[in-house]
């Protein structure tokens, strides 16, 4: 089979980066859209074997030069970074970018559950780019991932966890479904793949579920030291993000409901690690490294 031309945005990012790494990995040609082609995360993926090419999801006519010429293009926005309107704003741009510039498939990263009117604005502002994309009249497929085990490592996370402490704001024994950020990189290449056969669909996915408690459990292996989990009150949570509290309500009176097992026999390539798995690959090292108060 010929291998396809991607473009990659959000390439310098967590989950951008997961998705270049794993089409790189299976022999696709990749470009990377970034707006800072000489910073080093971009020289880093210059050495990954990408090519980097210049352009902003702000700018509707870099993004279609970036992607003509692909034949497929990966879409994600930043709530974090840009602010939900402004996300909701850049993602529809792109899209019609991806049109204009004659994407033969256009991958759109939204979040689990993002249509089913929850209420989260981060999920929300990614919803109104998903209808948006499904009226452009291209083929597209909506990979949608569910909570990050990288969560656990997260800037806010790391402080509490190198004392010993897994803090989230959920009851201790409410499950959550979590993926690792390589199997969102397995999977939307899993994606690129099927092409055909995943055009008009959307995809919620997860590689693992289970509550607080169990995950301080298997970090206490992993890590080698003893790790309880802690209850962060609601109330905190929302003094420092609505947006977050209104997730984490969410979290605890609804939750994700991927099918894990329909899951893993429609998509058996991509691996799908537990979040033991995860937890023992990862480089605890990085604790050694993180102020009390990170």
């Given at each position: 089979?010929?291998?396809?031309?991607?473009?990659?945005?959000g390439?310098?990012?967590?989950?951008?980066?997961?998705?270049l790494?794993?089409?790189?990995?299976?022999?696709?040609?990749?470009?990377?859209?970034?707006?800072?082609?000489?910073?080093?995360?971009?020289?880093?993926?210059?050495?990954?074997g990408?090519?980097?090419?210049?352009g902003?999801?702000?700018?509707?006519?870099s993004?279609?030069?970036?992607?003509?010429?692909?034949?497929?293009?990966?879409?994600?926005?930043?709530?974090?970074?840009?602010?939900?309107?402004?996300?909701?704003?850049?993602?529809?741009m792109?899209?019609?970018?991806?049109?204009?510039?004659g994407v033969?498939?256009?991958?759109?990263?939204?979040?689990?559950?993002?249509?089913?009117?929850?209420?989260?604005?981060?999920?929300?502002?990614?919803?109104?780019?998903?209808?948006?994309?499904q009226?452009?009249?291209?083929?597209?497929?909506?990979?949608?991932?569910?909570?990050?085990?990288?969560?656990?490592?997260a800037?806010?996370?790391?402080g509490?966890?190198?004392?010993?402490?897994?803090?989230?704001?959920?009851?201790?024994?409410?499950?959550l479904?979590?993926?690792a950020?390589?199997?969102?990189?397995?999977?939307?290449?899993?994606?690129?793949?099927?092409?055909?056969r995943?055009?008009?669909k959307?995809?919620?996915?997860?590689?693992?579920?289970?509550?607080?408690?169990?995950?301080?459990?298997?970090?206490?292996?992993?890590?080698?030291?003893?790790?309880?989990?802690?209850e962060?009150?609601?109330?905190?949570?929302?003094q420092?993000?609505?947006?977050?509290?209104?997730?984490?309500?969410?979290?605890?009176?609804?939750?994700?409901?991927?099918?894990?097992a329909?899951l893993?026999?429609e998509?058996?390539?991509?691996?799908?690690?537990?979040?033991?798995?995860?937890?023992?690959?990862?480089?605890?090292s990085?604790?050694?490294r993180?102020?009390?108060?990170?």
């Amino acid at each position: 089979m010929t291998k396809l031309n991607v473009l990659v945005t959000g390439a310098t990012g967590q989950q951008g980066g997961a998705v270049l790494r794993a089409l790189l990995s299976k022999g696709y040609r990749v470009k990377a859209l970034t707006r800072r082609p000489a910073s080093d995360a971009a020289r880093q993926l210059t050495s990954a074997g990408a090519e980097v090419v210049i352009g902003d999801l702000a700018d509707a006519a870099s993004v279609v030069q970036a992607a003509k010429g692909t034949d497929t293009m990966f879409l994600m926005g930043n709530s974090y970074e840009a602010g939900l309107e402004e996300e909701t704003r850049q993602g529809i741009m792109a899209a019609d970018a991806a049109k204009a510039a004659g994407v033969g498939h256009l991958i759109y990263s939204s979040v689990a559950d993002a249509d089913k009117k929850t209420g989260i604005p981060h999920f929300e502002s990614k919803y109104l780019v998903e209808q948006h994309v499904q009226r452009l009249g291209i083929p597209y497929t909506i990979s949608a991932p569910v909570a990050f085990m990288e969560n656990v490592v997260a800037p806010w996370s790391l402080g509490a966890l190198s004392q010993g402490t897994q803090a989230f704001a959920m009851p201790p024994k409410r499950a959550l479904q979590l993926v690792a950020l390589s199997d969102i990189g397995a999977f939307v290449a899993a994606l690129v793949e099927r092409r055909e056969r995943v055009f008009g669909k959307r995809f919620d996915f997860a590689g693992d579920e289970l509550s607080g408690e169990d995950q301080a459990k298997i970090l206490s292996q992993a890590i080698r030291r003893p790790v309880s989990y802690r209850e962060i009150p609601i109330a905190v949570a929302r003094q420092q993000s609505e947006d977050a509290a209104l997730m984490f309500e969410w979290f605890d009176r609804v939750g994700y409901d991927v099918d894990l097992a329909a899951l893993r026999e429609e998509f058996p390539d991509v691996g799908w690690q537990s979040f033991a798995d995860w937890a023992r690959k990862f480089d605890w090292s990085v604790l050694d490294r993180a102020s009390p108060t990170t």
